[in-house]
């Protein structure tokens, strides 16, 4: 695993590579992909950072794993590769969205779209083991991805973070709400959904508040 990241990403995490967490983490992941199966592929570890450039951010989502089922993961939180069944969480997402916006159903649960639109999709740990989920937790990828939370909060304006679940909540704990517009609510799960997030109203909320600040709305 090389560590190739989008350039502008590149530049903001410099320091983290540095880091012997990272070095550790390296080594645990190239040891991982030589011997087990694991998700996404190695040429999309990071593809949340590739199709949103730090400076195009206006919109986090915090995840927690990558889909463990094969073709499933494809690097962004909440996505899945085109061809694949659309997972229970997604679907209540779309589903919301309908309620919200009034946008109907994607054919693909593909979310490259909202990436390109400035959406980071971000899983707290970007690989995991065929299979089990979870098997890549505590490995420094949680630490990685703290400090990518933290740069976008610390170096930019206005973005909305959807904090969608107890888990997202606490890695976004610190989320400086002056700056930022921070969104809560129950995980999307079929366990959850029905507490909150249904009804959150989160996707217009976010293209209001974009549009207040001179952004462009997501095409959700």
């Known amino acids: 695993m090389n560590v ?19 070095k550790n983490l390296v080594s645990f992941v190239k040891d991982e992909y030589t011997t087990q199966k694991v998700y996404p592929g190695g040429n999309q570890i990071f593809n949340a950072f590739q199709k949103c450039p730090f400076d195009e951010v206006k919109v986090v989502i915090l995840g927690q794993d990558p889909y463990h089922g094969p073709n499933q993961a494809n690097g962004l939180a909440f996505s899945v590769s085109d061809q694949v069944r659309i997972p229970p969480s997604l679907l209540n997402v779309f589903k919301e969205i309908k309620n919200d916006i009034g946008k109907e159903m994607p054919a693909t649960g593909n979310l490259e779209r909202w990436a390109e639109q400035g959406v980071l999709l971000l899983n707290a740990t970007l690989t995991v083991q065929a299979g089990k989920a979870g098997s890549h937790q505590k490995k420094g990828w949680e630490e990685f991805t703290d400090a990518v939370v933290q740069k976008v909060n610390d170096l930019k304006e206005n973005v909305v973070f959807m904090l969608w679940g107890a888990y997202a909540q606490k890695k976004g704990a610190f989320i400086d709400e002056e700056k930022h517009l921070v969104l809560k609510a129950a995980h999307p799960s079929p366990f959850a959904a029905d507490r909150g997030f249904f009804g959150s109203h989160h996707f217009s909320k976010a293209n209001k508040y974009l549009e207040e600040h001179g952004k462009d709305p997501i095409e959700w």
């Open 4 to 22: 190739k990241i989008e350039e502008s990403w590149q530049n903001v995490l410099q320091d983290e590579f540095e880091k012997p967490y990272f």
